[in-house]
């Protein structure tokens, strides 16, 4: 019972370079959300997806790009790194029902540094 | 923008105490949502409150929404070891279509309860 699966789990990276994060989730959930955790600031919204071949962006999307190809996948991608972004960042996904709003069912988490 | 401010920031306790953490807004909410987190994993859901004045109970935990909507409590009796973690509150907004999937998480509580 795998949940939310993200890879890799450690990243170093000079300043410049590009990288993907991946996101799986084996739980047939539509909605499917990327975070940052930075100290002191809980977690922020970087892009989202309500389904698949659908992004939006959230609070700080500046720097990075999503994709959803598949429904089980949600992509984060850096394109040109800088030290800003630095930290530790979450996926999550949720089912999509009507009302109050669903649990999210997070990742462990993708620890990057950027040098 | 963070909209949910949460006091304390740290807090170190003995086992046995009691301990109360605030989650405050000055924004409308649909849902409020209490999530505990553990070093190197994701937040995991301890509750939501969707009714102004609701309140829940799990265990020794005792989660209230405020009548407004605005703020919420997480009180804990006689705290032992294993409270131990990261506890952030997350206000419930819409996505749109009815769902009410996107979060807006709190700034954390750090909470470290010594045997």
């Known amino acids: 019972n795998a949940g939310v699966t993200q890879t890799p789990k450690f990243r170093v990276l000079k300043t410049g370079q590009s990288m993907t994060l991946l996101c799986a989730q084996d739980?047939?959930?539509?909605?499917m959300y990327w975070y940052r955790q930075d100290p002191g600031m809980g977690l922020r919204l970087i892009h989202y997806?309500?389904?698949?071949?659908?992004?939006a962006k959230g609070e700080v999307p500046d720097g990075y790009n999503v994709s959803r190809l598949k429904k089980q996948n949600f992509l984060l991608g850096l394109e040109s790194a800088a030290p800003s972004q630095t930290s530790v960042y979450f996926c999550?996904?949720?089912?999509?029902?009507?009302?109050?709003?669903?649990?999210?069912?997070f990742g462990d988490g993708t620890r990057l540094s950027i040098l | 923008t963070q909209l949910l401010e949460q006091s304390p920031q740290f807090l170190s306790i003995q086992e046995g105490e009691n301990l109360t953490v605030y989650c405050n807004s000055s924004?409308?909410?649909?849902?409020l949502q209490w999530y505990r987190q553990e070093p190197g994993e994701g937040p995991v859901l301890l509750v939501t409150?969707?009714?102004?004045?609701e309140v829940k109970k799990l265990k020794r935990l005792t989660f209230q929404f405020g009548d407004a909507r605005k703020d919420s409590s997480l009180h804990i009796t006689a705290a032992q070891p294993g409270d131990t973690g990261l506890y952030l509150c997350?206000?419930?907004?819409?996505?749109?279509?009815?769902?009410?999937?996107?979060?807006?998480f709190g700034t954390g509580t750090l909470l470290a309860v010594q045997p």
């Open positions: 999550a996904s949720s089912p999509r029902r009507q009302g109050p709003s669903q649990p999210q069912h």
């Open positions: 739980m047939n959930h539509e909605y």
């Open positions: 997806s309500v389904g698949e071949g659908t992004t």
């Open positions: 924004s409308v909410f649909s849902s």
């Open positions: 409150v969707v009714t102004g004045g």
């Open positions: 997350a206000g419930g907004r819409g996505l749109g279509g009815g769902a009410t999937n996107k979060l807006i």
